[in-house]
């Protein structure tokens, strides 16, 4: 960047250093959205874990009731493990 000997608002060094920083601001924009994005993508597989594993506790409520106490153990485990997670 050259030296600006008037400073007046116009100058050539101001008009380079805005255009820096619009650069700058212009790449922050983009690493931005692209982690909203890996945000909103990993959101979107968490709930699809969450629902597997409702999906699982739900077989083994429904497995447990001719076999007996472990099933039943596995699926209070599940929702406790859920539970959990929504109050995080």
């Not at 116009?10 to 250093?17: F, H, L, N, S």
């Not at 820096?20 to 993508?41: H, P």
């Not at 009731?65 to 039943?72: C, I, S």
Request: net charge negative.
């Amino acid at each position: 960047m050259k030296e600006c000997v008037t400073h007046h608002h116009a100058c050539d060094c101001w008009e380079a250093k805005f255009a820096e920083l619009e650069a700058v601001a212009e790449a922050f924009r983009a690493q931005s959205r692209s982690q909203l994005a890996t945000i909103l993508n990993l959101e979107a597989e968490l709930e699809r874990l969450r629902e597997a594993l409702v999906e699982a506790a739900d077989g083994f409520d429904a497995a447990a009731e001719g076999h007996g106490v472990d099933f039943y153990q596995y699926a209070l485990d599940i929702r406790a493990l859920l539970e959990k997670g929504e109050k995080e």
